[in-house]
């Protein structure tokens, strides 16, 4: 299939403008995603009909707390990743083989949003792979999506280029972005990318009116120091606001990193601190069971507004009201 987002050159070269990886491509070559090949000067995708896993998830396993809780999201995910992190939960998906064989199914973007239509949900995710490369498929489904009254969103790790963001503006109305770290050194050694284009895509998504929640793993002795996890508190809240939501999330082994330790309970409490104590309204602590960092409480007067048991949600407040003070809190609640 004919790719979108790229740059032909006389020498019959192509640069890849879909995400900060800017690959640039001699004839036959593929890019770091695997996915987008250079086919005699023209960039062509393997994966814009191709999905590896569909599912009806609680929007809660997204991270999302703040944008339609309760409900369900039908998810999909293709194959391929613009990053090749050592620590990947989902690089049976994400990390191709070495044959270059593409995992998945053929389907139709009228396929999934009659799927998404037929089980009812409000909205639809792009998740479990980086949904930037597969744009095709995200930018063609989400158009019927939107044209069908579901609202679409990313789960991402934020790599995309500006051009990415622009064409999906009107498609995509929410996102979840990895910020791994705060450390460029970081990026660089475990994910072969860089800091910066992330923060400038989580910047460019507040501008463009999406609701934005940010997601950090952390790994014990990479990258859970207290100054570290601080600055990256305070980019949140100078940059992104106080009301955007923080999801503090533990590690357990995977991948090139099976071997390495889970994160301790007590950093994901201290890190959790950390956030609130610089001025962060909501943050909240995944794949661990903690008194803290579930629930959702109104920022203003301390009462319980968002209870939470795993994926079960109890709504004490209605459209993302406060029972108690009646403050509307930062969301998308209905």
Not at 7 to 23: F, I, M, N, W, Y
Request: charged share 20%.
């Amino acid at each position: 299939m004919q790719a979108l987002l790229w740059e032909g050159r006389p020498d019959k070269s192509v640069v890849c403008r879909l995400c900060a990886q800017a690959c640039r491509l001699k004839p036959g070559e593929k890019g770091l995603c695997g996915v987008r090949v250079n086919r005699d000067g023209g960039m062509v995708t393997l994966v814009g009909d191709v999905v590896t896993s569909v599912s009806l998830d609680p929007m809660e396993k997204k991270p999302l707390y703040h944008f339609l809780p309760g409900t369900r999201t039908f998810s999909a995910g293709s194959a391929g990743c613009n990053f090749s992190c050592r620590f990947c939960q989902n690089d049976g998906i994400s990390q191709l083989p070495a044959d270059g064989r593409i995992p998945g199914k053929r389907a139709m973007p009228e396929d999934l949003v009659a799927l998404a239509r037929e089980y009812g949900t409000p909205s639809m995710a792009f998740t479990y792979n980086e949904p930037t490369v597969f744009f095709e498929l995200v930018y063609a489904t989400a158009g019927l999506a939107v044209d069908r009254g579901l609202r679409c969103l990313l789960v991402s790790n934020g790599f995309m280029s500006q051009d990415c963001l622009r064409a999906l503006e009107h498609r995509i109305c929410a996102a979840n972005i990895d910020i791994k770290s705060f450390s460029d050194r970081f990026y660089r050694h475990y994910c072969h990318a860089r800091l910066q284009p992330v923060l400038d895509s989580c910047k460019r998504i507040k501008e463009m009116g999406w609701w934005l929640e940010v997601t950090t793993l952390v790994i014990p002795g990479v990258n859970d120091s207290p100054d570290e996890l601080g600055r990256l508190a305070a980019f949140i809240h100078d940059e992104l606001g106080p009301d955007t939501p923080w999801h503090i999330s533990g590690f357990h082994g995977a991948y090139l990193m099976a071997d390495h330790p889970s994160t301790p309970l007590a950093t994901l409490e201290q890190a959790w601190r950390l956030g609130r104590q610089t001025g962060l309204n909501y943050v909240y602590i995944g794949n661990a069971a903690s008194a803290v960092g579930a629930n959702t409480f109104c920022p203003h007067c301390g009462a319980l507004v968002v209870e939470r048991a795993g994926y079960a949600v109890r709504l004490h407040g209605r459209n993302g009201l406060c029972p108690a003070c009646g403050a509307h809190l930062a969301g998308v609640w209905s």
